[in-house]
């Protein structure tokens, strides 16, 4: 018994190493404060951005794309948008890391119906 302890405190240790391991050194957590003001500076041109309704309808808003869509969605989406007026616009990896996690923020995915 003492054996599978001692292995399973191993395999753990093992595992936490090789994730740190795969993290960029000083890799910094993506900041929804940075990405609301990308969004208030590029996107609220055709997006409502805030919750209070700040931005135009032109577009879906972000408090709706939020409920439909992941982060993982959102980030795969901005590195190669496709809607024509966001044709040639293009964000960095980290600015589209900081907007996926402000859009995060403004409310849970919901299950499609």
């Given amino acids: 018994m003492r054996g599978l302890v001692a292995m399973a405190g191993a395999v753990s240790t093992l595992g936490m190493g090789i994730w740190l391991a795969a993290q960029p050194a ?47 969605q959102l980030r795969a989406f901005l590195a190669k948008p496709h809607a024509k007026p966001m044709r040639g616009f293009t964000l960095s990896g980290r600015e589209i890391d900081d907007v996926a996690a402000y859009i995060a923020t403004l409310g849970p995915r919901q299950p499609p119906q």
């Fill in 26 to 72: 000083g890799a910094v957590p993506p900041s929804a404060e940075a990405g609301a003001d990308i969004a208030a500076r590029w996107c609220a041109g055709c997006h409502v951005v805030a919750p209070s309704g700040a931005g135009t309808d032109a577009a879906p808003s972000f408090v709706s794309i939020a409920q439909r869509r992941t982060p993982d």
